[in-house]
């Protein structure tokens, strides 16, 4: 069999797999019932975290360099806080998702004081807000634990929120 032919029947032979995969993809997707709510609930909570992260960055930004936009953008950061909690209402109630924006509050908050302590070269507040904010995590991921024990395991849920903080973490500047 030439090189031609022999590359024919691979491409054949994987187009028909790569339509057979679809086909059961597509029939299995026929079968499951996804809920109009938990599509909406899925794309909301993808956007707002993603506004998390967009807010969050422009606060590092604005904070850093003592930016004129600092108070607005921090006050859309928090708001950001206030919107995720507001999300979960539907699904896990009012009282959780209270707590969660209280939770989220507190992780900003705390993380705005662990900048400017860095930023100032204060040590001691610097250690004093990262025990805080390490804490805050550790009650984050005992939320989400509650929320969602059999898909959340604490354990996993800590070593995700602490890995986080380990990378986001300001340092402080060399004495």
Avoid: C
Wanted: hydrophobic share 45%; net charge negative.
């Amino acid at each position: 069999m030439n090189l031609s032919r022999k590359f024919t029947v691979v491409l054949v032979a994987a187009l028909f797999t790569l339509f057979g995969v679809f086909a059961i993809a597509s029939t299995a997707a026929a079968h499951t019932k996804i809920r109009p709510e938990a599509i909406a609930f899925h794309d909301g909570m993808r956007k707002l975290w993603e506004d998390h992260i967009t807010w969050t960055r422009l606060f590092i930004v604005s904070a850093v360099a003592d930016l004129p936009d600092k108070d607005a953008t921090t006050q859309r950061l928090l708001q950001n806080q206030t919107d995720i909690g507001d999300a979960i209402k539907p699904f896990y109630g009012e009282a959780a998702g209270d707590q969660l924006t209280g939770l989220l509050t507190e992780h900003i908050v705390t993380a705005a004081q662990l900048l400017e302590a860095a930023k100032s070269g204060d040590a001691t507040a610097f250690e004093d807000a990262k025990t805080r904010w390490y804490a805050n995590a550790d009650e984050i991921a005992a939320f989400l634990h509650t929320a969602n024990p059999d898909e959340w395991p604490l354990d996993e849920m800590q070593a995700m929120m602490r890995d986080h903080l380990d990378l986001t973490s300001p340092k402080l500047p060399p004495a």
